[in-house]
């Protein structure tokens, strides 16, 4: 896990990037690149950026600068539902196998909304 940091060159870079593109292409600016570079410029909560999100409601989050790396395999091994899943061909049979697999897990806690 690593959390992009200001001080770090290859922020320094993505922030020269985005913001290159951005002023290229002002009516295209990215929310999620222009959400990541807020976040990490301390901006929390509902900061807009962009005049794109205006009239929305933005969760601009501490967390967006974090990363968290994993190793695949190990990872793998812990999907209850992987053999299922290696039978998919489509986005729609991905869906089905993980909603098939939730209705019969007896241990999911239910969906909570994050209150602002």
């Given amino acids: 896990m690593f959390s992009l940091m200001q001080e770090m060159p ?3 870079k993505f922030q020269e990037a985005s913001e290159y593109v951005f002023r290229e292409m002002p009516h295209y600016i990215s ?3 222009s959400s990541i570079l807020s976040a990490i410029a ?3 909560g509902d900061y807009h950026a962009t ?3 205006d009239g929305s409601t933005l969760w601009i ?3 967006m600068p974090v990363y968290w790396c ?3 395999p ?3 091994q812990r999907i209850l539902y992987l053999e299922d899943m290696k039978e998919t061909e489509t986005i729609l049979d991905v869906v089905n196998v993980i909603n098939e697999f939730r209705k019969n897990c007896k ?3 239910a969906w909570e909304d994050i209150i602002v």
């Fill in 51 to 53: 005049p794109r999100t």
């Fill in 10 to 12: 290859e922020v320094k």
């Fill in 74 to 76: 190990q990872i793998a």
């Fill in 61 to 63: 989050n501490p967390l």
């Fill in 42 to 44: 301390g901006h929390y």
């Fill in 70 to 72: 994993f190793r695949f």
């Fill in 31 to 33: 929310i999620v690149s």
């Fill in 107 to 109: 241990t999911i806690r």
